[in-house]
Protein backbone atom coordinates (compact mmCIF):
# COMPACT_ATOMS: atom_id res chain seq x y z
CA UNK A 1 0.00 0.00 0.00
CA UNK A 2 3.03 2.22 1.00
CA UNK A 3 4.58 1.54 -2.52
CA UNK A 4 1.24 2.53 -4.31
CA UNK A 5 0.85 5.97 -2.48
CA UNK A 6 4.44 6.72 -4.03
CA UNK A 7 3.74 5.72 -7.42
CA UNK A 8 0.77 8.25 -7.00
CA UNK A 9 2.43 11.13 -5.72
CA UNK A 10 5.60 10.16 -7.84
CA UNK A 11 3.13 10.11 -11.13
CA UNK A 12 1.31 13.65 -9.70
CA UNK A 13 5.14 15.60 -9.73
CA UNK A 14 5.97 14.06 -12.85
CA UNK A 15 2.64 15.15 -14.69
CA UNK A 16 3.03 18.58 -12.80
CA UNK A 17 6.62 18.96 -14.39
CA UNK A 18 6.28 18.01 -17.61
CA UNK A 19 8.74 15.25 -17.95
CA UNK A 20 5.83 12.20 -17.31
CA UNK A 21 7.39 9.04 -19.18
CA UNK A 22 5.14 6.41 -19.84
CA UNK A 23 6.37 2.88 -19.76
CA UNK A 24 7.16 2.11 -23.38
CA UNK A 25 9.11 5.75 -23.23
CA UNK A 26 7.09 7.86 -25.32
CA UNK A 27 6.75 11.07 -23.78
CA UNK A 28 3.45 12.78 -23.03
CA UNK A 29 3.31 16.57 -24.18
CA UNK A 30 1.69 19.18 -22.50
CA UNK A 31 3.06 21.57 -19.97
CA UNK A 32 6.47 20.63 -22.31
CA UNK A 33 5.16 22.78 -25.24
CA UNK A 34 6.54 26.24 -24.22
CA UNK A 35 10.08 25.19 -24.73
CA UNK A 36 9.87 23.58 -28.21
CA UNK A 37 8.36 27.09 -29.33
CA UNK A 38 11.00 29.22 -31.37
CA UNK A 39 11.11 32.14 -28.84
CA UNK A 40 12.15 30.32 -25.91
CA UNK A 41 14.62 28.66 -27.66
CA UNK A 42 16.47 31.29 -29.30
CA UNK A 43 16.20 33.18 -26.02
CA UNK A 44 18.13 30.42 -24.64
CA UNK A 45 20.65 30.41 -27.71
CA UNK A 46 21.06 33.85 -27.64
CA UNK A 47 20.28 35.02 -24.05
CA UNK A 48 17.71 37.53 -24.78
CA UNK A 49 14.28 37.99 -26.16
CA UNK A 50 14.65 37.87 -29.93
CA UNK A 51 12.06 39.53 -32.42
CA UNK A 52 11.35 39.68 -36.06
CA UNK A 53 11.78 42.65 -37.84
CA UNK A 54 9.29 42.05 -40.88
CA UNK A 55 10.77 43.62 -43.99
CA UNK A 56 9.86 44.36 -48.15
CA UNK A 57 12.65 44.24 -50.27
CA UNK A 58 10.29 44.51 -53.26
CA UNK A 59 10.17 41.04 -54.43
CA UNK A 60 7.62 39.05 -56.56
CA UNK A 61 6.65 35.74 -57.36
CA UNK A 62 6.64 33.57 -60.56
CA UNK A 63 3.09 33.31 -59.92
CA UNK A 64 2.51 36.90 -60.63
CA UNK A 65 5.02 38.23 -62.93
CA UNK A 66 3.72 36.04 -65.58
CA UNK A 67 6.57 33.17 -65.54
CA UNK A 68 3.57 30.56 -63.70
CA UNK A 69 0.88 32.90 -63.65
CA UNK A 70 -0.28 36.54 -62.60
CA UNK A 71 -2.87 36.03 -60.10
CA UNK A 72 -0.65 34.42 -57.42
CA UNK A 73 -1.71 31.81 -54.89
CA UNK A 74 -5.32 31.86 -54.75
CA UNK A 75 -5.00 33.22 -50.44
CA UNK A 76 -2.35 35.61 -50.99
CA UNK A 77 -2.90 39.63 -50.28
CA UNK A 78 -1.89 41.94 -52.36
CA UNK A 79 0.83 42.52 -50.07
CA UNK A 80 2.34 39.23 -50.27
CA UNK A 81 1.67 37.70 -46.85
CA UNK A 82 3.51 40.92 -45.80
CA UNK A 83 0.82 42.89 -44.58
CA UNK A 84 2.64 44.34 -41.49
CA UNK A 85 5.91 44.59 -43.23
CA UNK A 86 8.46 47.88 -43.29
CA UNK A 87 9.95 48.55 -47.04
CA UNK A 88 13.45 47.71 -46.54
CA UNK A 89 16.48 49.35 -48.85
CA UNK A 90 18.87 48.63 -46.36
CA UNK A 91 18.96 51.80 -44.43
CA UNK A 92 19.18 51.78 -40.44
CA UNK A 93 16.30 53.96 -40.39
CA UNK A 94 13.93 51.67 -42.15
CA UNK A 95 15.00 49.39 -39.60
CA UNK A 96 14.49 51.53 -36.95
CA UNK A 97 11.24 51.88 -38.24
CA UNK A 98 10.29 48.24 -38.20
CA UNK A 99 11.32 48.05 -34.52
CA UNK A 100 9.00 50.66 -33.65
CA UNK A 101 6.73 48.97 -34.97
CA UNK A 102 6.83 45.99 -32.31
CA UNK A 103 5.49 48.78 -29.77
CA UNK A 104 6.80 50.69 -27.18
CA UNK A 105 6.85 48.11 -24.95
CA UNK A 106 10.17 46.23 -26.44
CA UNK A 107 12.97 47.42 -24.88
CA UNK A 108 15.40 47.62 -27.78
CA UNK A 109 18.45 48.02 -26.21
CA UNK A 110 17.86 44.64 -24.52
CA UNK A 111 16.06 42.74 -27.30
CA UNK A 112 17.89 40.81 -29.56
CA UNK A 113 16.22 41.06 -33.64
CA UNK A 114 15.84 38.96 -36.74
CA UNK A 115 15.66 40.70 -39.87
CA UNK A 116 12.78 38.75 -41.55
CA UNK A 117 12.52 39.29 -45.72
CA UNK A 118 8.46 38.35 -45.60
CA UNK A 119 6.79 40.04 -48.65
CA UNK A 120 5.99 37.58 -52.10
CA UNK A 121 9.49 35.47 -53.29
CA UNK A 122 12.43 36.98 -50.95
CA UNK A 123 14.93 34.75 -53.58
CA UNK A 124 13.16 35.97 -56.35
CA UNK A 125 15.61 37.96 -57.47
CA UNK A 126 19.56 37.96 -58.86
CA UNK A 127 21.96 37.39 -55.96
CA UNK A 128 23.52 40.52 -56.63
CA UNK A 129 20.68 42.55 -55.94
CA UNK A 130 19.83 40.21 -52.80
CA UNK A 131 23.07 40.18 -51.63
CA UNK A 132 23.95 43.49 -49.92
CA UNK A 133 19.93 43.54 -48.64
CA UNK A 134 20.12 40.22 -46.90
CA UNK A 135 23.74 42.00 -45.37
CA UNK A 136 23.05 44.79 -44.60
CA UNK A 137 20.78 44.80 -41.25
CA UNK A 138 23.47 42.66 -39.76
CA UNK A 139 25.49 45.96 -39.19
CA UNK A 140 22.85 46.91 -36.54
CA UNK A 141 24.88 45.03 -33.56
CA UNK A 142 21.00 44.02 -32.53
CA UNK A 143 20.58 42.15 -35.57
CA UNK A 144 21.25 38.07 -34.83
CA UNK A 145 20.11 36.43 -38.06
CA UNK A 146 17.97 36.71 -41.13
CA UNK A 147 14.91 34.99 -42.35
CA UNK A 148 14.27 34.74 -45.74
CA UNK A 149 10.39 33.70 -46.69
CA UNK A 150 10.70 32.00 -50.42
CA UNK A 151 9.90 29.00 -52.21
CA UNK A 152 11.50 26.10 -53.32
CA UNK A 153 11.51 26.72 -56.87
CA UNK A 154 13.21 29.64 -55.90
CA UNK A 155 16.38 28.87 -54.92
CA UNK A 156 19.06 28.06 -57.98
CA UNK A 157 22.88 27.99 -57.47
CA UNK A 158 23.61 31.16 -57.28
CA UNK A 159 21.26 31.96 -54.67
CA UNK A 160 22.43 28.38 -52.50
CA UNK A 161 26.23 29.83 -52.87
CA UNK A 162 24.79 33.24 -51.57
CA UNK A 163 23.17 31.68 -48.74
CA UNK A 164 25.84 29.50 -47.81
CA UNK A 165 28.25 32.74 -47.02
CA UNK A 166 25.68 34.00 -45.48
CA UNK A 167 25.36 31.07 -43.01
CA UNK A 168 29.28 31.55 -42.34
CA UNK A 169 28.75 35.10 -41.10
CA UNK A 170 25.35 34.62 -38.98
CA UNK A 171 22.22 32.62 -38.41
CA UNK A 172 19.68 32.01 -41.46
CA UNK A 173 16.70 30.53 -41.49
CA UNK A 174 15.00 30.10 -44.68
CA UNK A 175 11.07 29.56 -44.65
CA UNK A 176 9.55 27.39 -47.56
CA UNK A 177 6.22 27.93 -48.27
CA UNK A 178 4.73 24.33 -48.88
CA UNK A 179 1.40 24.58 -47.42
CA UNK A 180 0.24 20.50 -48.51
CA UNK A 181 1.67 17.98 -49.63
CA UNK A 182 -1.28 16.87 -51.86
CA UNK A 183 -1.10 17.50 -55.48
CA UNK A 184 -4.63 18.25 -56.05
CA UNK A 185 -4.72 20.53 -53.54
CA UNK A 186 -1.53 22.60 -54.29
CA UNK A 187 -2.60 22.75 -58.07
CA UNK A 188 -5.95 24.40 -56.78
CA UNK A 189 -4.53 26.66 -54.82
CA UNK A 190 -2.05 27.45 -57.31
CA UNK A 191 1.26 26.93 -55.24
CA UNK A 192 2.90 26.24 -58.78
CA UNK A 193 5.96 23.85 -58.01
CA UNK A 194 6.23 20.04 -57.49
CA UNK A 195 6.56 18.09 -54.36
CA UNK A 196 10.71 17.27 -55.87
CA UNK A 197 11.26 20.92 -55.56
CA UNK A 198 10.74 21.20 -51.88
CA UNK A 199 12.43 18.22 -51.69
CA UNK A 200 15.64 19.43 -53.20
CA UNK A 201 15.33 22.88 -51.69
CA UNK A 202 15.62 21.22 -48.21
CA UNK A 203 18.64 19.03 -49.41
CA UNK A 204 20.40 22.59 -50.76
CA UNK A 205 19.39 24.91 -47.45
CA UNK A 206 20.30 22.14 -45.24
CA UNK A 207 23.87 21.62 -46.74
CA UNK A 208 24.34 25.35 -46.97
CA UNK A 209 23.89 25.68 -43.41
CA UNK A 210 20.57 27.01 -43.37
CA UNK A 211 17.66 26.24 -40.66
CA UNK A 212 14.71 25.31 -42.85
CA UNK A 213 11.42 26.34 -41.84
CA UNK A 214 8.47 24.84 -43.32
CA UNK A 215 4.91 26.64 -43.62
CA UNK A 216 1.48 24.44 -43.83
CA UNK A 217 -1.79 25.89 -44.14
CA UNK A 218 -4.68 23.98 -42.63
CA UNK A 219 -8.38 23.77 -43.73
CA UNK A 220 -7.11 24.02 -47.81
CA UNK A 221 -10.20 23.78 -50.11
CA UNK A 222 -9.67 21.65 -53.45
CA UNK A 223 -11.96 20.34 -56.19
CA UNK A 224 -11.77 16.42 -55.45
CA UNK A 225 -13.62 15.60 -58.29
CA UNK A 226 -12.47 17.79 -60.95
CA UNK A 227 -10.80 16.47 -63.69
CA UNK A 228 -8.25 18.81 -63.76
CA UNK A 229 -7.57 18.24 -60.10
CA UNK A 230 -3.85 17.00 -60.94
CA UNK A 231 -2.83 20.00 -63.11
CA UNK A 232 -1.57 22.67 -62.05
CA UNK A 233 -3.18 26.46 -62.25
CA UNK A 234 -7.16 25.54 -62.27
CA UNK A 235 -9.05 28.38 -62.68
CA UNK A 236 -12.46 29.83 -61.52
CA UNK A 237 -14.08 29.24 -64.50
CA UNK A 238 -13.11 25.47 -64.13
CA UNK A 239 -14.80 24.70 -60.73
CA UNK A 240 -17.63 26.99 -61.31
CA UNK A 241 -20.92 25.77 -59.72
CA UNK A 242 -18.86 23.18 -57.93
CA UNK A 243 -18.86 22.81 -54.18
CA UNK A 244 -15.05 21.83 -52.97
CA UNK A 245 -14.03 19.64 -50.92
CA UNK A 246 -11.77 20.59 -47.42
CA UNK A 247 -8.51 18.51 -46.95
CA UNK A 248 -9.16 15.99 -44.23
CA UNK A 249 -7.86 15.61 -41.11
CA UNK A 250 -5.72 12.91 -42.26
CA UNK A 251 -4.77 14.88 -45.33
CA UNK A 252 -3.45 17.72 -43.34
CA UNK A 253 -1.49 15.27 -40.70
CA UNK A 254 -0.07 13.78 -43.77
CA UNK A 255 1.98 16.83 -45.08
CA UNK A 256 3.25 17.67 -40.70
CA UNK A 257 4.56 13.72 -41.15
CA UNK A 258 6.16 14.25 -44.72
CA UNK A 259 7.91 17.68 -43.22
CA UNK A 260 8.53 16.12 -39.89
CA UNK A 261 10.04 13.34 -42.16
CA UNK A 262 12.21 15.87 -44.36
CA UNK A 263 15.01 16.91 -41.67
CA UNK A 264 13.36 20.66 -41.35
CA UNK A 265 14.77 22.55 -38.17
CA UNK A 266 11.17 24.43 -37.85
CA UNK A 267 6.95 24.66 -39.02
CA UNK A 268 4.62 27.00 -39.30
CA UNK A 269 1.45 26.22 -38.77
CA UNK A 270 -1.17 28.41 -40.74
CA UNK A 271 -5.24 28.75 -40.69
CA UNK A 272 -6.50 29.06 -43.94
CA UNK A 273 -7.67 32.84 -43.81
CA UNK A 274 -10.52 33.99 -46.80
CA UNK A 275 -9.18 37.66 -47.41
CA UNK A 276 -10.60 40.70 -49.13
CA UNK A 277 -9.27 40.86 -52.96
CA UNK A 278 -8.26 37.03 -53.50
CA UNK A 279 -9.88 34.83 -56.11
CA UNK A 280 -10.15 32.43 -52.63
CA UNK A 281 -12.73 35.43 -51.28
CA UNK A 282 -14.85 34.89 -54.39
CA UNK A 283 -15.19 31.30 -53.73
CA UNK A 284 -16.42 31.63 -50.37
CA UNK A 285 -18.39 33.96 -51.14
CA UNK A 286 -19.94 32.36 -53.47
CA UNK A 287 -20.38 29.59 -51.02
CA UNK A 288 -17.95 27.00 -52.53
CA UNK A 289 -16.31 26.06 -49.41
CA UNK A 290 -16.33 26.53 -46.08
CA UNK A 291 -13.94 27.45 -43.02
CA UNK A 292 -12.64 25.75 -40.29
CA UNK A 293 -14.34 26.03 -37.05
CA UNK A 294 -12.04 27.10 -33.99
CA UNK A 295 -12.71 23.44 -32.56
CA UNK A 296 -11.35 21.64 -35.72
CA UNK A 297 -8.54 23.70 -36.08
CA UNK A 298 -6.91 23.19 -32.30
CA UNK A 299 -7.76 19.44 -32.62
CA UNK A 300 -5.70 19.88 -36.18
CA UNK A 301 -2.56 21.53 -34.40
CA UNK A 302 -2.57 20.08 -31.50
CA UNK A 303 -2.39 16.38 -33.39
CA UNK A 304 0.34 17.72 -35.68
CA UNK A 305 2.01 18.98 -32.75
CA UNK A 306 2.28 15.14 -31.47
CA UNK A 307 3.59 13.85 -34.88
CA UNK A 308 7.00 16.11 -34.63
CA UNK A 309 9.67 15.17 -32.92
CA UNK A 310 11.16 17.66 -30.54
CA UNK A 311 14.10 18.49 -32.70
CA UNK A 312 11.63 20.56 -34.93
CA UNK A 313 11.09 23.89 -33.24
CA UNK A 314 7.10 25.53 -33.51
CA UNK A 315 7.66 29.06 -35.16
CA UNK A 316 3.58 29.61 -35.35
CA UNK A 317 0.60 27.73 -34.30
CA UNK A 318 -1.83 30.22 -35.48
CA UNK A 319 -1.53 33.76 -37.74
CA UNK A 320 -2.31 36.99 -37.21
CA UNK A 321 -5.03 38.09 -40.44
CA UNK A 322 -5.32 41.56 -41.32
CA UNK A 323 -8.64 42.53 -39.55
CA UNK A 324 -9.25 44.87 -42.42
CA UNK A 325 -9.36 42.59 -45.05
CA UNK A 326 -9.98 39.41 -43.16
CA UNK A 327 -13.32 37.76 -44.06
CA UNK A 328 -13.77 34.58 -42.83
CA UNK A 329 -13.54 33.31 -40.25
CA UNK A 330 -14.10 35.55 -37.91
CA UNK A 331 -12.84 33.80 -34.84
CA UNK A 332 -9.04 34.20 -36.28
CA UNK A 333 -8.91 37.73 -35.16
CA UNK A 334 -8.68 36.52 -31.31
CA UNK A 335 -4.89 34.71 -31.39
CA UNK A 336 -5.00 34.27 -27.55
CA UNK A 337 -8.21 32.78 -27.22
CA UNK A 338 -6.98 29.97 -29.89
CA UNK A 339 -3.27 29.31 -28.13
CA UNK A 340 -4.77 28.87 -24.91
CA UNK A 341 -7.01 26.75 -26.35
CA UNK A 342 -4.50 24.35 -28.02
CA UNK A 343 -2.72 24.58 -24.60
CA UNK A 344 -5.90 23.29 -22.82
CA UNK A 345 -6.51 21.04 -24.86
CA UNK A 346 -2.74 19.66 -25.07
CA UNK A 347 -3.09 19.43 -20.89
CA UNK A 348 -6.33 18.17 -20.93
CA UNK A 349 -5.59 15.08 -22.77
CA UNK A 350 -2.50 12.24 -23.30
CA UNK A 351 -0.60 13.17 -26.42
CA UNK A 352 2.05 11.01 -27.11
CA UNK A 353 4.73 11.34 -30.19
CA UNK A 354 3.77 9.19 -32.59
CA UNK A 355 5.60 6.21 -34.34
CA UNK A 356 5.37 7.92 -37.62
CA UNK A 357 8.58 9.77 -36.69
CA UNK A 358 12.02 7.75 -35.72
Given at each position: ??????????????????????????????????????????????????????????????????????????????????????????????????????????????????????????????????????????????????????????????????????????????????????????????????????????GD????????????????????????????????????????????????????????????????????????????????????????TM????????????????SV??????????????????????????????????????????????
Open positions: MANCKWQVASCKWQIASGKWQIANGKRIMGTELESRMIGRRLKNEFGRKIYKLSLDIGCTCPTRDGTKGTRGCIFCSQAGSGDFSERYTGKQEELDRAKARLGAKIDTGKAGFIAYFQNYTNTYASAEYLGPLFEAPLADKTVVGISIATRPDCLGPEIIALIRRLCMRTTVFVELGLQTIHDSTAAFIRRGFPLTDYDRAVLRAAGARVVTHLIFGLPYPSNHPSADRAGLSLESTEGQMLSLESTEMMLESVRYVARSGVEGVKFQLLHVLRGTDLAELYQNGAFRTLDEYVDVVVRALSILPDSIHRLTGDPPRRLLIAPDWATDKKRVLNKIRERMVGRDQIVSDAVR
